[in-house]
């Protein structure tokens, strides 16, 4: 099969395409026909050697895909040859077939094509853990969602839209504040205009926000804990401003804050079926009925997997990029 290499950890211009076997399929998994997969910021540091993939999972960059099941596994119940799904994978969706847990599975909602279901595994599995399974994130509460325009911020705005929830989104254009409005944001904020802990405040009448999903840590940390109301609850699922900074614990005593944080790629696949099931009993009613839809922002063919990747690193996107194999 065609899938992308990564010949030396580095740059986009790093990665090639190379022809490699199909994959070999476990009991409990599925081996699917990939037309379209999604792109998305673990690939960008997996490609730079700092996110390695698990030692059972595929070394090809991809976490999620959309396509047709080749073959099933002994003991795979519920699918069979020819079924169009779209899948979380722990790796290996840059290619023409990737295998995957049978519980990582969901079918194509009615409406959307396969490059549109491309693009929801990997962004609505964690969106759901985070957001609603550990946040615990409830109708009438105020969510921060830092970086509105990603491809995590555009689900995580209608995910909480959905669910009744107030939404505030940082982002670093006035562009694209805008387009977070038009996607139903309550309140937006200019991060490089304005101090989103002060707007935050202004916002919610100087008590805070009670959930705030952060993809940046770093130098964000003390100042998202000044910006939680009490018994607010802090969800940081990357590190794109550092891994370290101080913390004011009184603080967050005070206030009893909880400070939380994960990774779903390592998760074992117990709990990827959970997130799963409750995808397909809370949100994919909602993406067949229209409610909510992924947000595409470009498209690029497997073999401009480069090109896909330096658009990905510009910050440009407003949603997703997908990869159509």
Known sequence: MKAVNIKKFGGPEMLEIISCPIP????????????????????????????????????????????????????????KAGDEVCALLPGGGYAEYAATDQGSVLKIPNNLTMIEAAALPETYFTVWSNLFMRAGLMHGETLLIHG???????????????????????????EK???????GVNHTINYKTQDFVKQTLEFTDGIGVDVIL??????????????LNEDGRLVIIAVQGGIKNE????????????ITGSTLRPRN???????????????????????????????????DVVAAHQYLESGKHFGKIVLEI
């Open 177 to 183: 504040c805008n387009q977070c409005k038009e996607l």
């Open 269 to 303: 696949n117990n709990f990827k079926t959970e997130i799963a099931k409750a995808l397909k009993d809370n949100i994919w009613p909602s993406l067949e009925a229209g409610k909510i839809k992924p947000i595409i922002d470009r498209t690029f063919v497997l073999d």
């Open 247 to 258: 913390l004011n614990m009184l603080t967050v005593m005070k206030k009893r804050l909880t």
């Open 214 to 227: 952060d993809m940046v840590a770093g130098e964000y940390l003390p100042r998202n804990i000044n910006a």
């Open 24 to 79: 070999k399929i476990t009991a409990n998994q599925v081996l699917i026909k990939i037309t379209a997969s999604g792109v998305n910021r673990p690939d960008i540091v997996q490609r730079k050697g700092l996110y390695p993939a698990p030692t059972d999972a595929s070394p090809i960059l991809g976490l999620e895909c959309a396509g047709i099941i080749e073959r099933v596994g002994k003991n795979v119940t519920g699918w």
């Open 148 to 174: 509105g325009t990603s491809g995590i911020g555009t689900t995580a705005i209608q995910m909480a839209k959905l669910f009744g929830a107030t939404v505030i989104s940082t982002s670093g254009s006035d």
